[in-house]
């Protein structure tokens, strides 16, 4: 019976073994846990267009005129001497006058409140224009003709000039370079070349030394 006492010890570990081994393989066969699931973005997922703020007007506001201000522009015609333009402001009152130096010629007053004209004078003359900070832009009409214009700001002595003696009325434009243009308008209404202008606004009209008075946006219109 002592014999087979070894023999035994070693059957119970062999049966161990196998039972060990069994649990093992067990063990490596279960599946692995699942993992919480995640969300997979594709390239056929749809993505949001970037918000972009809303567009903006940049449009500047009405610009106001100067206190006192002048402004001269030529407008050249097809055929013909071109029209020079004059516009004196002040506070939100214009003058304005237009001539080619020959014969043509128109007076026109009203509004410059805000930076826009609007201007009339006699037989359907009108002027509409406005002021950016810069220059006058805008249109002349005289009659049934019309013309867009700009006109750019000078300074004194340049100008709009007037006198008037006997019914008849002596006008001229000086620009900024010191030309003069001017038309006379006789009483009965015939219209010619005004008298020379010197620099120091003196003329001879009728045989005498005169001095032509310069015009301002505030002043009345005959």
Not at 20 to 29: A, T
Request: hydrophobic share 45%.
């Amino acid at each position: 019976m002592k014999r087979l006492g070894p023999w035994l010890t070693l059957a119970a570990v062999a049966v161990l073994g196998v039972v060990l081994l069994i649990v093992n393989m067990s063990k490596e066969s279960e599946p692995a846990a699942a993992k919480p699931n995640t969300p997979v973005v594709t390239s056929s997922a749809v993505v949001a267009p970037p918000i972009t703020a809303a567009p903006t007007s940049n449009a500047p506001g009405p610009v106001r005129f100067p206190a006192k201000a002048d402004y001269v522009g030529k407008i050249p015609l097809a055929t013909g001497a071109p029209i020079t333009l004059s516009i004196t402001v002040q506070e939100d009152n214009a003058i304005a006058y237009a001539c080619d130096g020959k014969a043509v010629e128109s007076w026109l007053q009203g509004s410059a409140a805000s930076g826009a004209l609007q201007l009339a004078g006699k037989n359907d003359a009108k002027l509409g224009g406005s002021y950016d900070g810069k220059v006058v832009t805008g249109t002349l009409w005289l009659g049934p003709r019309k013309w867009d214009f700009t006109a750019a700001p000078v300074q004194s002595p340049a100008g709009l000039y007037v006198y008037n003696e006997g019914g008849a009325r002596q006008s001229w434009i000086v620009d900024a370079n010191g030309t003069v243009t001017g038309v006379r308008r006789a009483a009965d209404g015939a219209t010619s070349p005004a008298a020379g202008l010197a620099p120091d606004a003196t003329a001879i009209v009728n045989g005498k030394k005169i001095t032509a008075n310069k015009v301002s946006g505030g002043d009345s219109v005959g």
